[in-house]
T-cell receptor, first 117, second 112 residues
Framework: GAVVSQHPSWVICKSGTSVKIECRSL??????MFWYRQFPKQSLMLMAT?????????EQGVEKDKFLINHASLTLSTLTVTSAHPEDSSFYIC?????????????FGEGSRLTVL | GEDVEQSLFLSVREGDSSVINCTYT??????LYWYKQEPGAGLQLLTY?????DMKQDQRLTVLLNKKDKHLSLRIADTQTGDSAIYFC????????????FGQGTTLQVKP
């Protein structure tokens, strides 16, 4: 089946630094990717929809200047957590659907765990 | 917007059947999904059902959809200890977008 890969899987950084997380669709093209955030023992919260070649669409309450999303190609979206603080520590998961279809299987990356000291 | 609700915890004995329930609010959601998450891992799609179906069976998994009541269930037959995980129900946020709205997740504990 289709594969979505995230990198890095784990990252620990100091407060005030920026961290970039990559999401790649390995064997399909994705015009749209989705970024989710998951707090411990909680559900996934959609942060934003990443659109190839255009600006991301952010969900209400998500700071676009804090969480920069770039979808420069049909197989890569990046999430940059700028000036990270301990409250940004979380599990970030991306997802993508082949061919930009609305329905059908949505493939998830393995997730990236961010810890901000 | 779409709201998805699940019970938070279910405990069963190995070999029993598990039934995880989910309700949703947006009747225009064309697909409904069940995902499994093991500790520290990403999400694994278990199965999904198209909204014009009432039931879908895949080996030990049976999904039942009651569109009138906006109720979705996942039945796991002959539950094994390896089935212990968090199970998420998910629906589309609206009929024409690809984003998913997730329930809170049901923690399934399987006792030997």
């Amino acid at each position: 089946g289709a594969v979505v890969s995230q990198h890095p899987s784990w990252v620990i950084c100091k407060s005030g630094t920026s961290v970039k997380i990559e999401c790649r669709s390995l064997d399909f093209q994705a015009t749209t990717m989705f970024w989710y955030r998951q707090f411990p023992k909680q559900s996934l919260m959609l942060m934003a929809t990443s659109n190839e070649g255009s600006k991301a669409t952010y969900e209400q309450g998500v700071e676009k200047d804090k969480f920069l999303i770039n979808h420069a190609s049909l197989t890569l979206s990046t999430l940059t957590v700028t000036s990270a603080h301990p409250e940004d520590s979380s599990f970030y998961i991306c997802s993508a659907r082949p061919g930009g279809r609305v329905g059908g299987e949505l493939f998830f990356g393995e997730g990236s765990r961010l810890t901000v000291l | 917007g779409e709201d998805v609700e699940q019970s938070l915890f279910l405990s069963v004995r190995e070999g029993d059947s598990s039934v995880i329930n989910c309700t949703y609010t947006d009747s225009s959601s064309t697909y409904l999904y069940w995902y499994k998450q093991e500790p520290g891992a990403g999400l694994q799609l278990l199965t999904y059902i198209f909204s014009n179906m009432d039931m879908k069976q895949d080996q030990r998994l049976t999904v039942l959809l009651n569109k009138k009541d906006k109720h979705l269930s996942l039945r796991i037959a002959d539950t094994q200890t390896g089935d212990s995980a968090i199970y998420f129900c998910a629906a589309h946020g609206s009929s024409n977008t690809g984003k998913l709205i997730f329930g809170q997740g049901t923690t399934l504990q399987v006792k030997p």
